[in-house]
């Protein structure tokens, strides 16, 4: 059975350190992106690694952390406006509804956005409904756990 979405929410992503931030439900979109910063493509000893900064200093769950992923992709995106870009994915945990999912970001300056995640098309598919009229109802579900 498929679950009701709103079209925004709040989700937790605990490798990333991040929870109850927000998220916006994109059908528009295929893939699903985080903002980030400072992204970086490096190596160490001949083996590659992704490093970012999450969000950016004006965002108030920013903490400077600077992460390291070394299983990571690169994939072009079509944004909006219909320019295409390289970005990095990388495949984390989303926990909604009370469940946690694997999920592929990819890596986007943001910072012009109002929400630092938008959840795509190929994370919705097969589970979830949107109903664009509903807001956050992930978030009430656990705050009434």
């Given at each position: 059975?498929?679950?009701?979405i ?5 989700a ?15 059908s ?13 493509e ?7 690694f992704?490093?970012f ?22 994939k072009?995106v079509?944004?909006?406006n ?5 970005r ?5 945990t ?6 946690s ?9 943001r ?6 995640i ?12 949107i ?5 956050n ?9």
């Amino acid at each position: 059975m498929k679950l009701t979405i709103g079209r925004v929410d709040k989700a937790d992503f605990p490798e990333l350190s991040l929870l109850d931030i927000d998220i916006k439900i994109d059908s528009g979109a295929y893939t699903s992106s985080i903002h980030c910063s400072n992204i970086k493509e490096t190596s160490l000893d001949g083996n590659p690694f992704l490093k970012f900064t999450l969000l950016d200093p004006e965002h108030e769950f920013y903490n400077n952390k600077e992460f390291t992923f070394k299983n990571y992709t690169s994939k072009i995106v079509k944004s909006s406006n219909g320019i295409a870009e390289q970005r990095f994915m990388i495949q984390t945990t989303i926990f909604i509804f009370n469940e946690s999912f694997p999920i592929y970001l990819t890596l986007s300056e943001r910072k012009d956005m109002k929400f630092p995640i938008l959840i795509g098309r190929k994370f919705l598919n097969k589970k979830f409904i949107i109903d664009t009229a509903k807001k956050n109802i992930s978030h009430k579900l656990k705050t009434n756990k």
